[in-house]
T-cell receptor, first 113, second 112 residues
Framework: NAGVTQTPKFQVLKTGQSMTLQCAQD?????MSWYRQDPGMGLRLIHY???????DQGEVPNGYNVSRSTTEDFPLRLLSAAPSQTSVYFC????????????FGEGSRLTVL | AQSVSQHNHHVILSEAASLELGCNYS??????LFWYVQYPGQHLQLLLK??????LVKGIKGFEAEFIKSKFSFNLRKPSVQWSDTAEYFC??????????FGRGTSLIVHP
């Protein structure tokens, strides 16, 4: 059982470039989310989804785009990368209802030059 | 809106010392509470969770946490830490939203 799979694990971009971080889960979880982790800031929610076709903004959505065409996949798109987006990105999923905890992917470290 | 505060940003202990990490949340209704651990270079893993019932929750690796509703707190404890407990610890709260909010984390270093 793979759980939550993120690709790529590492990426270096130049300012202005675009890219997509991929996230896939094989647990049939309804809810999926993207966080960024920065030193001293903890995890901050970027976007989340409560099911296929449904997405919403989190705490820090600017500069990022998401879509959820299937239950399994939840890609995060950086439209025009900026140095402020240098971070470690985590995808997470959980079951619906009141009692599910988050399962995290292994993270994607992004550096924007 | 839900929020969570972790008071200790950096904690340094010697092996066998006792550990208590503070966590306070802000939300007026029913909450789900979590502690996650992130070992160096790894992703977050669940240590323990509280949904309802007994406010003293036991998790993996000898960790426990106590939910005190009157204090809006969910402190993490371990009687005797080991070098392998060196990690970053995150408290999280889920109130009325679908997705939990995380605290800023506490970095724990345990010296052998």
């Amino acid at each position: 059982n793979a759980g939550v799979t993120q690709t790529p694990k590492f990426q270096v971009l130049k300012t202005g470039q675009s890219m997509t971080l991929q996230c896939a889960q094989d647990m049939n979880h309804e809810y999926m989310s993207w966080y960024r982790q920065d030193p001293g800031m903890g995890l901050r929610l970027i976007h989340y989804s409560v099911g296929a076709g449904i997405t919403d903004q989190g705490e820090v959505p600017n500069g990022y785009n998401v879509s959820r065409s299937t239950t399994e996949d939840f890609p995060l798109r950086l439209l025009s990368a900026a140095p402020s987006q240098t971070s470690v990105y985590f995808c997470a999923s959980r079951t619906g209802g009141d009692t599910g905890e988050l399962f995290f992917g292994e993270g994607s470290r992004l550096t924007v030059l | 809106a839900q929020s969570v505060s972790q008071h200790n940003h950096h904690v340094i202990l010697s092996e066998a010392a006792s550990l208590e990490l503070g966590c306070n949340y802000s939300y007026g209704g029913t909450v789900n509470l979590f502690w996650y651990v992130q070992y160096p270079g790894q992703h977050l893993q669940l240590l323990l969770k509280y949904f309802s019932g007994d406010p003293l929750v036991k998790g993996i690796k000898g960790f426990e946490a106590e939910f005190i509703k009157s204090k809006f707190s969910f402190n993490l404890r371990k009687p005797s830490v080991q070098w392998s407990d060196t990690a970053e610890y995150f408290c999280a709260v889920r109130g009325g939203s679908y997705i939990p909010t995380f605290g800023r984390g506490t970095s724990l270093i345990v010296h052998p």
